[in-house]
Each structure stands twice: as structure tokens, then as C-alpha cells.
């Protein structure tokens, strides 16, 4: 009873009740037990192995856990364990499982006080039977503290090592013996260690860089001595692939917890990369600033892109010192000149972060245009954004200029410096769109200059060039800014002249350039007096195109010419005509020939005392199937310009020979035939040789052949003309000038030419009587040319009064309608047959 009242006490105090002696009073032996359970500093229960109930818990328990008695007696092992030890906390359940009676340790576990708080138990147990349970006699021993210490431990271990295993340079360490006692993994790897912990023990001469063992150990030995550190030197080591590498070496000395030097710490830091990299750069650099090319590199800051760096090209070229451009944007290299299509190229460029090439007009500090090739390439961050733009700027100006030079070669006359043709159509098109806009006039005058052609062979190529040039110039002078003087070619000349509000075009424009050309000018040592021909053609009246405006002034400079030069001929639609009626001819005299359409006239001469013929004039007529008898006068010009004259005239020269032969044979007076022979046609290197063959066929004696040349013959060529006609007169041919007047030989310059007859033009001829100056011409020619021993023939006579006068003059012959018109071959034998 009292045993059990005990027990019971004890279970109340939380006492162990270890069980009943057999005789049911707790041993003694229970007691000091319970006391010392009790009493134990350290934490231990006892726990119904079924149940996991705690059966008993001493006080130490109790205090640590922060539970008291009874409330553990009502909890089990598993409350006090975190949710996630449970599982371990089964499978160790399960491996003890047996009735050991041995003490068992189960390692560390983690506890949670009553707070909450986790704590660390090692636990050691053993089976027991209390109260007749199945039970365990746990100790637990808070190991917190010193597992914290431990893993802290552990952490920093670990941490030193990562720490020095992760540096990127090679750390080792040294004893005093300068043996390695320790390395990091990347001194390992560059000694060709699989293993850091490889390097203990060894020295120097057992790794791949023995050769330089002994100079290394050296400095080893000075930093170990004397406690001075190495810092910062470069040496060249092997590298584990047996290539010389570049590091950066420190040694510095390692003291003990004493104070003393008991070994070395080193690092390697292989700098062969950098070394490689900077001397990349310094390569890079010295290219920049030897580069012929300009180079600027720039950074967008506050939208503006600033120059960090030029070469000094850059500042060659652009005269700018490098100081005065680094922070600047690059603008200021355009100045003003901001409208350029260069500009927006580079814009675009610049915001759709594209490489681009654009030429700019760039100015130079002085001012100076430079155009500047300018190629821009962005550069990219490793994160592919635009950091920088590099840009080369090459200095075309040379170029450029050399290709203005040629632009301005092909659109202007090279001599006078005034627009070409080409640049003139371009400007007449521009024109025309303008004026069709705004509906105004324009004016196109050809202008060509009279006689140039004899001026340029009689004075010499040099005066005929600055002539040019003057002409060039005054034209340039008598024209307002907005019109347009072209050369084109030869000596002639083009205007375009603009209808302008408040100077409307009239004909006295044109007549002022008229003036302009005529004034009086001197060249050299020579006076000239020149004059011109224009011709009008005037938009859109003339004209609505280019082309056609061209067309039409031209035509319209023909007429001037034929019209006696040195006049203004404004383009009319008749003039079309004659132009259309020329290509007509053009066209059926190709065929003329071949188709036999041509036959001759003659007029016959008759001497003025005698009254007799004394010679007749072969004159071309062409009968068409559809135009009829076609005067020369409609065709003769249009053969000269196709160069049909050579072969026509050749025809006529035969067929007149023939004519005048079959005369002769006929019976008939024998008097010479004078046959008509273009410049074009005497020019022709064959002539002289035609005559011959023309007389030969024929049979006629030379002396019945006469020869009228008109003065153009003899302006161009003067000593091979020359030749040609004493050739002609050695055969026995007689020559004469015909239309004499109307050319521009002096008579002083006939006398180099061997003539027989001088044939005064009928211009003067028909007028002498009316006019005295003329009658006053056509007796000086009469005089002089007698002085010069030449037979005078008057052309054109066409009333008794003229040949009174002529005779009176001394008029050596006349020919013209008084006498008789031209008639066909069968009414001259009949004028020839009156003459026996
Ligand atoms: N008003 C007027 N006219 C008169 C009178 N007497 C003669 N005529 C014309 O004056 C022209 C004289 O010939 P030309 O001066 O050599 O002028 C010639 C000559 O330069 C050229 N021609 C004619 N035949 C030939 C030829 O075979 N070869 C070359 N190259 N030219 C020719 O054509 C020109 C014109 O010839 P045609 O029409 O035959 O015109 C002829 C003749 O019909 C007159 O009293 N009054």
C-alpha cells in the first residue's frame, strides 16, 4: 500500500516508476534512480515504444523543452519533432525495432521547444520496460550550439577555398623550405595538376616551369628573408600547354600567429590576353592616327552626336585642332550649308542604326568647302546597342572637282567657256515648262557669224579663236542673267531669251545683240567690222517644243543668209515650205541622173562692138515627171549641200563638150562653151582630170571650153585653187569668175589668180541705171579689171540702155535676155547658125 502510494506520489513529482519489485515495494535502488533521473542535467524521458507516449521526463527535460510534466505526459515523441523528421523519425523507429538493450546512439536530430524554437539533440537510447511498456530510455543532448559552431566552421573552410579556388588568378603558398603547401585550382591547372592538393610538398623543379625554377626560387628566398613583398612584376612562364605565357607576379611574405615569416604567399594573374588585346590596341591606335583617312568617332549625348575622338587626318583635313573638337557635335562641320541630301542619308543612317555612305559638303576651319566622303558604321555594346558611331571621312574634293570640271567640259564650249548644245536643250526644255506654266514667250535665235570662215583662213586659226572668244563674250554681256548664250560650234552661236514681267521680248532685243556682235573690234593688229545673221524662232507661236524651236530658228538663219546676211530673219511658215520643198528635192535628185531627167540650156554671149556670139553658157535643166522643168536655182544649192553636185556637174561638163563638138561637126560657128563649176565640185581632187576626160571623149580643143568659177572657189585653199587652175589654163581652158560683186575678193587679191574674164553679177547689172553707186560699181569693176588685163562680161542685160551703158563703160561682152534667154541645144544651133 505504501509502495503504491509512492509510486502513484512519484508519478505526480514526475519521478520515474521503474517498476515493482516482485514483493510490490519499489526498490531502493528505483529510488536513487529515480532521483538521479530526475535530477540529471541533461534532458532524458522514457517513451512507450507502441504508443511513442512519454512515460516519464526529468526535469532537465522539462526546463529545456519548456513543457511541463504533465503536458509531455500527454504528448508523444513525434510532437516535439518538426513535420518534415517525421519520416526519418518512422525508419529509425523501425530500425530499432528490436529489444537492444545496449545503449544506441541515433545521431542528431532537430527538436522544437515548446516555442517553436528548433534545437539540436544528439540522442543516445536503450531499451526498457517501464511499467511493464515496452520502453526507451532516451538521452538527448543539445548539440545547438555546437553544431552551429561546427557549421560555421565548415562554412568558412568552405568559403576560403571557394574563395580562393574562384579567383581568376593563381594563388599558392609556400613554406619556408619554399616547398608548395598549398595551391588554389587555377594555380593547379597551369602547373598541369589534376588536383590542388598534388602541389604539397612539392617544390618548384617538380613543376612544368623548372627550367625557370632556380630564378623564382631567388626571389622566393628575398621575399622570405627580408619580408619585403614583390609586387607587380612581369615575367614570362611556361603555361601547362608549354607555351610562354605573360604574367603579373606577386610574392608577399606569410607571417604566423607569432609574428615570424613562416613561409610565402604568391599570385599569377596571366595577363597574356590583355598584353595581346593592348597591343592590339596600341596597333589599332597607331593605325588610327597614321590613317590618310579622317576618322572621328562619336556618342550620342542629349541627342547630339559628340566627337570623342579624330585622328590627326581629322584635323589635317578639317583644320581643326583635335582639342577644339572632342565634345562637339559634328554639325558644325556644315556650317550653314545644312540642306544637303547628304544629310538626310546620314539621318536616316544614324536612326535606323545602319552603316551608310554620304557625300557632304563640309567646311574647313578656314571656311574652305571640302567634300567629304563620309562613311558611318555604328558600333554595338555586347548587348547589340549602339554605343558609338565611327565615321571615315574621306577628302574627295580633288575628285569632285575633277568631276565638275568634266560635267562643266561636257556641257560647255571649251574655246568661249559659254554653254554647249547639250546644256542649252536642257535649258531651253526647263524653259519651255516654265513659260507653258505661266504662259509667256520665249525666244531661240541662231546666230551666225558672216564671213568667219574668211576671216579665220585669210587671218589665221589664233584670231579666228579669240574673235570667238569676243563674240562669246559680248553676246554674254548684251543678254540679261535669266537668258542663255550657248556656242554651237563652228561660228555659231544660240540664244535663249525669256520673256520677263516688265521686259517683254522685242524685236529691239535681238536688235541690240545685233550691235553688240557688229561694234567694231581689234584683234591682234587687225581691225575687224563683223556681222552677223540670226534667225527667230519664238514659243509658242513657232513652236511648242525644244526640237522644233531649234528646227525653226534655223531655218529662219537661212533664210537671213540668203537674204544678204547681216540681218534678223524671223521664222514664218513659208519658210517651212521652203524647207519642206527642199527635203522634196533632195529626195527625186537622187535619181536624176539615172534616170536621164537632166539636159542643158545654152545663153549665148555676144561681144558688144561686134554684136556677134562669140560664146555660149551651158545651163542645167531638169525635167521632172511630176515638178516639170526645175530651174537651177531651186536645185543647184540642195546638190552642193548633198555633195550631188561632184557627179552632176561631171555630166555637164561631158554633155556640154559633146554639144559643142557635135556643133562643130554640124558645121556650125565654133565658139567656146562656158560651163558653170560649183566650189564643191572643183574642190573635188578629181576635177582637173575630169576636164580632160570630158574633152578627150568629146574631141573638143580645150580653147572651146571655158570654165566660170564663182569668188567661194577662191577663198578656201588659195595655192592648191591656184595650182588647179594653172593646170586648167596650161590645157588652154579659159576661166572665168562668175558672179563677180557678190563675193569678197578684192581685186588686188584676183591678181594671184590666172582669169581671163571677170563676169559682173546681174544684181548690179539690173540696178546700175537707177542707182548711181551701183552704176559707180560696175564701172570700176569695168576699169580695174581691165587694168588687170581681164575681158569683162556683164550678165543679166536685159534693155538697150543697159548695153548703151555698159558700152559706153567699155563692157567687154554681155550676155542676158536682150540677147537671148537660155535655149534648149536645137534653138543656140539655130542662134549659131544665124552667127556663119
Ligand atoms: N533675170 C535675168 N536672168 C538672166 C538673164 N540672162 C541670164 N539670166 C539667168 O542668169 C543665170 C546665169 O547663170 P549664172 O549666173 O551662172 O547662175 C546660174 C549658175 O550659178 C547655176 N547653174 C546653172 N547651171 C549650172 C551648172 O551646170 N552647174 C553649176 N554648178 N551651176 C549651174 O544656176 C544659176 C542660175 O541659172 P539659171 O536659172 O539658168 O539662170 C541663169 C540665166 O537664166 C537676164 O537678162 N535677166
Redesign the pocket.
Known amino acids: 500500500m505504501k509502495g503504491q502510494y509512492r509510486a502513484a506520489a512519484n508519478r505526480r513529482k514526475g519521478l520515474p516508476v521503474l517498476g515493482r519489485s516482485p514483493h510490490g515495494a519499489p526498490p531502493r535502488m528505483l529510488t536513487r534512480f529515480g532521483d538521479l533521473f530526475q535530477d540529471h542535467p541533461q534532458p532524458m524521458w522514457i517513451y512507450d515504444v507502441d504508443t511513442l507516449r512519454f512515460l516519464r521526463v526529468n526535469a532537465a527535460a522539462c526546463r529545456h523543452y519548456g513543457y511541463t510534466t504533465d503536458e509531455f505526459l500527454h504528448m508523444t515523441i513525434r510532437d516535439i519533432r518538426p513535420r518534415d523528421e517525421h519520416a526519418r523519425l518512422e525508419a529509425d523507429l523501425a530500425a530499432t525495432a528490436g529489444e537492444q538493450k545496449a545503449p544506441q546512439s541515433s545521431g542528431v536530430w532537430t527538436h522544437l521547444k515548446r516555442d517553436g524554437t528548433p534545437i539540436a539533440v544528439r540522442i543516445s537510447s536503450h531499451a526498457v520496460t517501464y511499467l511493464g511498456h515496452r520502453a526507451r530510455l532516451v538521452f538527448a543532448l543539445d548539440v545547438t550550439a555546437q553544431e552551429a559552431t561546427e557549421r560555421a566552421l565548415y562554412r568558412s573552410e568552405q568559403l576560403y577555398r571557394s574563395l580562393i579556388d574562384t579567383m581568376p588568378h593563381q594563388v599558392y603558398w609556400k613554406d619556408l623550405d619554399l616547398q608548395y603547401v598549398g595551391c588554389n585550382r587555377v594555380f593547379a591547372e597551369a602547373a598541369g595538376l589534376d588536383d590542388p592538393q598534388e602541389v604539397v610538398g612539392k617544390s618548384d623543379e617538380n613543376l612544368i616551369w623548372r627550367r625557370q625554377a632556380q630564378r623564382m626560387a631567388a626571389e622566393d628566398r628575398i621575399v622570405v628573408d627580408t619580408g619585403h613583398p614583390l609586387l607587380d612584376r612581369e615575367d614570362t612562364l611556361t603555361g601547362p600547354d608549354g607555351k610562354q605565357r605573360r604574367y603579373l607576379v606577386n610574392k608577399l611574405p606569410l607571417y604566423g600567429p607569432e609574428g615570424a615569416i613562416i613561409g610565402m604567399l604568391g599570385t599569377l594573374e596571366d595577363i597574356t590576353s590583355r598584353r595581346k588585346a593592348e597591343e592590339t590596341l596600341r596597333l589599332q591606335g597607331r593605325a588610327l592616327d597614321a590613317s590618310v583617312n579622317a576618322i572621328v568617332i562619336t556618342r550620342q549625348v542629349n541627342r547630339q552626336d559628340v566627337i570623342v575622338y579624330a585622328n590627326p587626318a581629322f584635323a589635317r583635313i578639317s583644320g581643326y585642332e583635335l582639342a577644339e573638337v572632342v565634345g562637339q557635335d559634328c554639325r558644325f562641320l556644315q556650317a550653314d550649308d545644312r540642306d544637303q541630301e547628304g544629310l538626310y542619308l546620314l539621318r536616316d543612317a544614324l536612326q535606323t542604326n545602319r552603316e551608310a555612305t554620304v557625300v557632304l559638303r563640309n567646311y574647313r576651319k578656314d571656311g574652305t568647302l571640302f567634300w567629304n566622303q563620309l562613311h558611318i558604321a555604328p558600333v554595338l555594346d555586347a548587348g547589340g546597342k549602339v554605343t558609338h558611331w565611327v565615321g571615315v571621312i574621306n577628302d574627295i574634293t580633288d575628285t569632285m572637282r575633277y568631276q565638275q570640271d568634266l560635267e562643266h567640259q561636257s556641257t560647255h564650249d571649251a574655246l568661249t567657256g559659254l554653254p554647249n548644245r547639250n546644256l542649252f536643250r536642257d535649258r531651253l526644255d526647263q524653259a519651255i515648262s516654265y513659260a507653258a506654266r505661266y504662259r509667256n514667250q520665249l525666244w531661240v535665235v541662231v546666230l551666225d557669224l558672216d564671213n568667219f570662215k574668211l576671216i579665220n583662213d585669210t587671218l589665221g586659226h589664233a584670231v579666228g579663236d579669240s574673235l570667238l572668244q569676243t563674240v562669246g563674250e559680248r553676246l554674254r554681256a548684251a543678254l540679261r542673267d535669266s537668258d542663255t548664250v550657248a556656242r554651237l560650234g563652228g561660228d555659231e552661236f544660240i540664244l535663249l531669251l525669256l520673256d520677263q514681267p516688265g521686259g517683254g521680248l522685242s524685236q529691239r532685243t535681238v536688235q541690240t545683240i545685233l550691235e553688240a556682235v557688229s561694234a567694231p573690234m581689234r584683234l591682234g593688229a587687225h581691225d575687224l567690222a563683223l556681222t552677223c545673221s540670226m534667225g527667230v524662232a519664238v514659243y509658242p507661236r513657232d513652236g511648242e517644243t525644244g526640237s522644233s524651236l531649234f528646227k525653226h530658228a534655223d531655218i529662219a538663219l537661212y533664210r537671213a543668209k540668203d537674204g544678204g546676211r547681216n540681218q534678223l530673219q524671223f521664222y514664218t511658215e513659208e519658210m517651212n515650205d521652203r524647207v519642206t520643198e527642199r527635203t522634196l528635192i533632195e529626195g527625186h535628185l537622187r535619181h536624176a541622173l539615172v534616170r536621164n531627167e537632166f539636159l542643158l ?1 545654152f ?1 549665148p554671149r555676144v561681144d558688144c562692138v561686134s554684136g556677134e556670139v562669140v560664146g555660149l ?4 535643166r531638169w525635167q521632172h515627171p511630176e515638178l516639170g522643168l526645175v ?3 531651186r536645185f ?1 544649192s540642195v546638190a552642193e549641200e548633198t555633195g550631188r ?1 561632184v557627179e552632176i ?1 561631171e555630166w ?1 561638163l561631158k554633155t556640154a563638150c559633146l554639144q559643142a563638138m557635135a556643133w562643130q561637126q554640124a558645121g556650125l560657128a565654133p565658139v567656146p562653151v562656158a ?4 566650189a564643191r ?1 572643183f574642190r573635188h581632187a578629181a576635177f582637173v582630170q575630169e576636164v580632160k576626160d570630158a574633152l578627150e571623149a568629146s574631141g573638143l580643143e580645150p580653147r572651146y571650153l571655158e570654165l ?1 568659177l564663182t569668188e567661194s572657189v577662191m577663198m578656201h585653199n588659195v595655192d592648191v585653187v591656184i595650182a588647179a587652175m594653172s593646170q586648167l589654163k596650161e590645157m588652154g581652158i579659159c576661166l572665168s569668175i ?2 563677180f560683186g557678190t563675193g569678197y575678193s578684192s581685186l588686188n587679191y584676183l591678181r594671184r589668180f590666172p582669169i581671163d574674164y571677170l563676169k559682173i553679177d ?1 544684181s548690179f547689172v539690173r540696178d546700175m541705171l537707177d542707182d548711181p553707186p551701183g552704176a559707180a560699181i560696175v564701172r570700176s569693176i569695168i576699169a580695174l579689171g581691165h587694168s588687170l588685163a581681164f575681158r569683162i562680161i556683164a ?4 534693155t538697150p540702155e543697159q548695153l548703151a551703158y555698159l558700152k559706153e563703160e567699155g563692157c567687154d561682152e554681155i ?4 540677147c537671148s ?2 535655149v534648149p541645144e536645137k534653138e543656140a544651133a539655130v542662134l549659131l547658125g544665124s552667127e556663119r
Do not use: C, M
Open positions: 540650156y545663153q553658157e551651158a545651163l542645167l530651174s537651177p536655182v543647184i553636185i556637174g555637164v560651163v558653170n563649176v560649183s565640185q566660170e562668175d558672179d546681174q550678165e543679166g542685160v536685159e550676155q542676158g535676155y536682150l534667154r537660155p
